[in-house]
């Protein structure tokens, strides 16, 4: 089965600064997808960014971008010049090709922007 | 376009009562699941369907907790009878379904809020 870790349970970084979250992975799959979600206080999941394996090039969307490292499994998140609206909880999150097309979540992240 | 909804947002039940959450996807989506989501942890999948049939229900404690999709739409998650350690939210989401190519993208609900005292 799979699994997901987020290894750094908090976060915190001042207004306009980059920071980067983590998450390893474990699979013995060689093409699955690999997914960034933000949780608000409102608990909704919104997705962030997304990341086909068999793809080298990193995902990136507007601020946010990805390090995808197949090899070393990992796949972690950068926010740029981040702002006060990106205060929340960061999931990362797995999904196989193959079968049941289901997400598999870490633990979580949470980050604060502080102004 | 309307996103997944949910209803109740909140619920407050005593143990060993019963409780329903109700979810309505995203139109023409075929795939649906319910994740339960502890305070403090990633969501867990408890059921997932494609159109009424059911694809995974692994993780779902099936002495307590049942759920279905009659008619491929809406759907309904009951919960009886509840536990303290049943208290989380519960999260329904969908997408455009298995058939349609892998990665689609899943779509969340607000949630509903259960807490069991």
């Known amino acids: 089965a799979q699994t997901v870790t987020q290894s750094q349970p908090e976060m915190s970084v001042q207004e306009a600064e980059t920071v980067t979250l983590s998450c390893t992975y474990d699979?013995?799959?060689?093409?699955?997808?690999l997914f960034w979600y933000k949780q608000p206080p409102s608990r909704q999941m919104i997705l962030v960014i997304r990341?086909?394996?068999?793809?080298?090039q990193n995902a990136t969307e507007n601020r946010f971008s990805v390090n995808f490292q197949k090899a070393a499994k990992s796949f972690s998140l950068k926010i740029s010049d981040s702002q006060l609206g990106d205060t929340a909880m960061y999931f990362c999150a797995f999904m196989n090709v193959q079968g049941a097309q289901k997400l598999v979540f870490g633990q979580g992240t949470r980050l604060t922007i502080n102004p | 376009e309307a996103g997944v909804a949910q209803s109740p947002r909140y619920k407050i039940i005593e143990k060993r009562q019963s409780v329903a959450f109700w979810c309505n996807p995203i139109s023409g989506h075929a795939t649906l699941y319910w994740y339960q989501q502890i305070l403090g942890q990633g969501p867990k999948l408890l059921i997932q369907f494609q159109n009424n049939g059911v694809v995974d229900d692994s993780q779902l404690p099936k002495d307590r907790f049942s759920a279905e999709r009659l008619k491929g739409v809406d759907s309904t998650l009951k919960i009886q009878p509840a536990k303290l350690e049943d208290s989380a939210v519960y999260l329904c989401?969908?997408?455009?379904?298995?058939?349609?190519?892998?990665?689609?993208?899943?779509?969340f609900g607000e949630g509903s809020w259960l807490t069991v005292v």
């Open positions: 990341q086909e394996a068999y793809k080298q």
């Open positions: 989401a969908s997408s455009l379904g298995l058939l349609r190519g892998p990665g689609n993208t899943i779509y």
């Open positions: 699979t013995s799959e060689n093409n699955y997808y």
